[in-house]
């Protein structure tokens, strides 16, 4: 098969996974008020066979998963959106389900990344702590506050991290002419084999101090909203700290692990996770995501990172709709 | 009788057999079994016709381990030769590197020769093989068989007070078992 | 550049540890996920919230959802564990627990090593997500 009958597959794919999404906001019936008691005797109103959700949820979040792979978009951003944009499922509910599934793809390149010596446990342990207690506040906070502000919220960061994505520089070796002195006396620097010269590459990292108050930031984000928080991981690494590219990707997705597991936990202890969600979208990214890596190496379709990131735009503009509209 | 006889009569010895410390690189410990297989001291092309695996040894000359090839290429390029969870961790790491949009800092899609380069690197310890049963010098030829069919296993280091004395291996009991059908044909 | 001359290109030994946890954790995590979930979808265990009624719920928020279906929240769920849906919560607890495993592992080898500011932050951390873990630190409505 060749490259172009693949990448044409995968966009049918996304075709589909667009078509399903729109059946069942149409079909959705909202509200009818109900009385429930026990968990039994009820009439249930949703025509749907059982395997209807977790199916339908595993297929939009395999191609979320390719899409997330192929346009260079951490699948942790996008689940909550377009998953609470276009599914009638409740934010609170998203949320939950989001951190695992952002939470489960950290855990899955945990490993391979440490071994490598690539994600920096030094680097890590710090900003983890600062990161992964903000993120509990973070969370409480966003279980606090009325839904149609939450909405309104997770639109404008919606907005903004599409903004970020497409303005954001990487710098691969970053000038770091000197440590400062707090990186310096906990010891954070390491040294990796670039791979294309063979060469080793020392590197180091300053403004710590104003690297770990920006965590304090994202960390209150990511447990407010539920989204992986790569996006802004990387860039303070990257260009504010100066860590060099590869490392501050690989410890970016090694730190959601650990954020995302104290969010995760606010809000199951809520109630905010429902296992039905839950495996599927997990399954299905990890799936999608693995898929994405074979198809990276046939092609990668430049128009794809554009795509993604109008699909988060309009998501975050619907969000902003049923913040403020209801 | 050929299997009358005892280990030590047909055994490797090991001053003949390839050794490494576990402390060592698979970069050393490749270029140390390519020595012993290829038999040459020079640079004239590969004999093909040494010993196929090298022991791995701690630092006090105990034997702690074993490598084959497939043992090598697990590890040199785990994203074809490694188990399921290798290739599963590999496809983990580099959907972490194309998420941000940094494939090419992804060492998975790097040229083969830099990423075997680097995964060469790791420490012969970290990837042996345990050692699955041993034997005795004096113990007979038969007992050596039973030993290697009942834990699998095509090598068997030959231990005297602990101490490596050499390897049995299966081409040894193979030739030692037929030498029964060319005495039968006299 | 001569301060960072002591240093190897490995991993150091607590990161190697902290990967090969979080490595077991995640597996088994994940194999126990892929198993409740199988025995909640095919049925083999009743669910406590028949998933038609479910589909109905999860459109409102959390606070009525837990309400109308009369499920506590927190660590009730283990109370509950002889229903299909809540079997699930064994998985996901585990995959939400493999990181508090992994800092509380490599503590001894951050002391050993004389790493004594390092083995007080994995300890910190791991005392933080032990308090989000532990529903001490729910806050909201």
Same mark, same amino acid.
């Given at each position: 098969?060749?490259?172009?009958?693949?990448?044409?597959?995968?966009?049918?794919?996304?075709?589909?996974?667009?078509?399903?999404?729109? %059946?069942?906001?149409?079909?959705?019936?909202?509200?009818?008020?109900?009385?429930?008691?026990?968990?039994?005797?009820?009439?249930?109103?949703?025509?749907?066979?059982?395997?209807?959700?977790?199916?339908? $949820?595993?297929?939009?979040?395999?191609?979320?998963?390719?899409?997330?792979?192929?346009?260079?978009?951490?699948?942790?951003?996008?689940?909550?959106?377009?998953? %609470?944009?276009?599914?009638?499922?409740?934010?609170?509910?998203?949320?939950?389900?989001?951190?695992?599934?952002?939470?489960?793809?950290?855990?899955?390149? !945990?490993?391979?990344?440490?071994?490598?010596?690539?994600?920096?446990?030094?680097?890590?342990?710090?900003?983890?702590?600062?990161?992964s207690?903000?993120?509990?506040? !973070?969370?409480?906070?966003?279980?606090?506050?009325?839904?149609?502000?939450?909405?309104?919220? $997770?639109?404008?960061?919606?907005?903004?991290?599409?903004?970020?994505?497409?303005?954001?520089?990487k710098?691969?070796?970053?000038?770091?002419?000197?440590?400062?002195?707090?990186?310096?006396?906990?010891?954070?620097?390491?040294?990796?084999?670039?791979?294309?010269?063979?060469?080793?590459?020392?590197?180091?990292?300053?403004?710590?101090?104003?690297? $770990?108050?920006?965590?304090?930031?994202? !960390?209150?984000?990511?447990?407010?909203?539920?989204?992986?928080?790569?996006?802004?991981?990387?860039?303070?690494?990257?260009?504010?700290?100066g860590?060099?590219?590869?490392?501050?990707?690989?410890? %970016?997705?090694?730190?959601?692990s650990?954020?995302?597991?104290?969010?995760?936990?606010?809000?199951?202890?809520?109630?905010?996770?429902?296992?039905?969600?839950?495996?599927?979208?997990?399954?299905?990214?990890?799936?999608?995501?693995?898929?994405?890596?074979?198809?990276?190496?046939?092609?990668?379709?430049?128009?794809?990172?554009?795509?993604?990131?109008?699909?988060?735009?309009?998501?975050?503009?619907?969000?902003?709709?049923?913040?403020?509209?209801? | 009788? =050929?299997?009358?006889?005892?280990?030590?009569?047909?055994?490797? =010895?090991?001053a003949?057999?390839?050794?490494?410390?576990?402390?060592?690189?698979?970069k050393?410990?490749?270029?140390?079994?390519?020595g012993?297989?290829?038999?040459?001291?020079?640079?004239?092309?590969?004999?093909?016709?040494?010993?196929?695996?090298?022991?791995?040894?701690?630092?006090?000359?105990?034997?702690?381990?074993? #490598?084959?090839?497939?043992?090598?290429?697990? *590890?040199?390029? =785990?994203?074809?030769?490694?188990?399921?969870?290798?290739?599963?961790?590999?496809?983990?790491?580099?959907?972490?590197?194309?998420?941000q949009?940094?494939?090419?800092?992804?060492?998975?899609?790097?040229?083969?020769?830099?990423?075997?380069?680097?995964?060469?690197?790791?420490?012969?310890?970290?990837?042996?093989?345990?050692?699955?049963?041993?034997?005795? =010098?004096?113990?007979?030829?038969?007992? *050596?068989l039973?030993?290697?069919?009942?834990?699998?296993?095509?090598? #068997?280091?030959? #231990?005297?007070n602990?101490? #490596?004395?050499?390897?049995?291996?299966?081409?040894?009991?193979?030739?030692?078992?037929?030498?029964?059908?060319?005495?039968?044909?006299? | 550049?001569? +301060?960072?001359?002591? &240093?190897?290109?490995e991993?150091?030994?607590?990161?190697?540890?902290?990967?090969?946890?979080?490595?077991?954790?995640?597996?088994?995590?994940?194999?126990?996920?892929?198993i409740? /979930?199988?025995? /909640?979808?095919?049925? &083999?265990?009743?669910? /406590?919230?028949?998933?038609?009624?479910?589909?109905?719920?999860?459109?409102?928020?959390?606070?009525? /959802?837990?309400?109308?279906?009369?499920?506590? +929240?927190?660590?009730?769920?283990?109370?509950?564990?002889?229903?299909?849906?809540?079997?699930?919560?064994?998985?996901?607890?585990?995959?939400?627990?493999?990181? &508090?495993?992994?800092?509380?592992?490599?503590?001894?080898?951050?002391?050993?090593?004389?790493?004594?500011?390092?083995?007080?932050?994995?300890?910190?951390?791991?005392l933080?997500?032990?308090?989000?873990?532990?529903?001490?630190?729910?806050?909201?409505?």
């Amino acid at each position: 098969m060749g490259k172009y009958a693949k990448i044409g597959i995968c966009i049918l794919l996304c075709l589909m996974g667009a078509a399903l999404i729109i %059946s069942p906001a149409m079909a959705q019936d909202h509200g009818d008020g109900y009385e429930a008691t026990a968990a039994s005797a009820l009439i249930p109103q949703d025509t749907h066979p059982w395997w209807f959700w977790p199916l339908l $949820l595993f297929v939009v979040t395999f191609v979320m998963g390719i899409l997330a792979v192929l346009g260079g978009v951490g699948g942790g951003v996008l689940f909550v959106p377009i998953i %609470s944009g276009f599914f009638p499922f409740h934010l609170d509910f998203v949320r939950g389900t989001g951190l695992l599934v952002a939470l489960s793809g950290a855990l899955a390149a !945990g490993p391979g990344l440490l071994k490598a010596n690539l994600a920096s446990l030094r680097l890590a342990i710090p900003v983890a702590l600062i990161a992964s207690t903000c993120a509990i506040f !973070g969370a409480m906070i966003g279980l606090a506050l009325p839904t149609n502000i939450i909405q309104i919220c $997770l639109g404008v960061t919606i907005l903004g991290i599409c903004v970020l994505m497409l303005t954001a520089k990487k710098s691969e070796f970053p000038d770091v002419p000197e440590s400062d002195p707090l990186s310096a006396s906990l010891r954070i620097y390491g040294v990796y084999q670039e791979a294309s010269t063979g060469r080793p590459i020392h590197w180091k990292v300053h403004r710590t101090p104003l690297g $770990l108050a920006l965590f304090v930031i994202i !960390g209150v984000m990511a447990g407010m909203f539920g989204l992986g928080a790569g996006w802004a991981n990387v860039p303070v690494l990257n260009l504010l700290m100066g860590a060099p590219l590869k490392i501050s990707v690989a410890t %970016s997705k090694f730190l959601l692990s650990i954020t995302d597991t104290s969010a995760a936990w606010i809000y199951m202890n809520k109630g905010c996770v429902i296992p039905l969600m839950v495996v599927p979208s997990l399954v299905g990214i990890m799936l999608g995501s693995f898929l994405g890596v074979r198809l990276l190496k046939i092609a990668k379709p430049g128009f794809i990172r554009w795509m993604v990131i109008g699909i988060l735009a309009f998501a975050g503009l619907k969000a902003l709709q049923k913040g403020i509209f209801g | 009788m =050929p299997l009358k006889q005892k280990v030590r009569d047909r055994m490797v =010895p090991v001053a003949d057999y390839a050794t490494i410390s576990q402390d060592a690189t698979l970069k050393e410990a490749a270029m140390a079994l390519r020595g012993s297989f290829c038999e040459l001291s020079g640079a004239q092309s590969c004999t093909e016709a040494g010993h196929r695996t090298i022991l791995a040894m701690d630092d006090k000359g105990r034997l702690t381990g074993i #490598l084959d090839f497939n043992s090598f290429l697990r *590890a040199l390029i =785990p994203e074809v030769a490694g188990g399921l969870t290798a290739r599963l961790s590999a496809l983990g790491v580099s959907a972490a590197f194309a998420e941000q949009g940094a494939e090419e800092q992804d060492e998975a899609r790097m040229g083969l020769s830099a990423r075997v380069r680097k995964n060469a690197q790791v420490r012969v310890r970290d990837i042996m093989l345990k050692v699955r049963g041993t034997i005795e =010098p004096d113990a007979s030829l038969m007992d *050596a068989l039973k030993a290697l069919f009942k834990n699998r296993i095509t090598k #068997l280091p030959v #231990l005297e007070n602990g101490k #490596l004395a050499g390897v049995l291996r299966d081409t040894d009991l193979f030739m030692a078992v037929t030498d029964l059908l060319t005495e039968a044909d006299e | 550049m001569e +301060d960072t001359e002591d &240093i190897t290109m490995e991993a150091t030994p607590e990161q190697v540890l902290y990967a090969k946890v979080l490595e077991k954790g995640m597996y088994v995590g994940l194999l126990i996920l892929f198993i409740t /979930y199988a025995i /909640y979808m095919f049925g &083999i265990l009743d669910p /406590y919230l028949p998933i038609p009624q479910l589909s109905r719920l999860w459109t409102q928020n959390v606070h009525e /959802y837990l309400t109308e279906a009369g499920i506590q +929240d927190g660590w009730a769920w283990v109370g509950m564990l002889r229903y299909g849906d809540f079997v699930n919560f064994i998985g996901i607890a585990m995959l939400a627990g493999v990181t &508090i495993m992994c800092y509380i592992a490599i503590i001894p080898t951050l002391l050993r090593n004389n790493d004594k500011v390092y083995a007080a932050l994995a300890a910190l951390e791991a005392l933080v997500l032990i308090a989000a873990a532990s529903g001490l630190v729910a806050g909201g409505h």
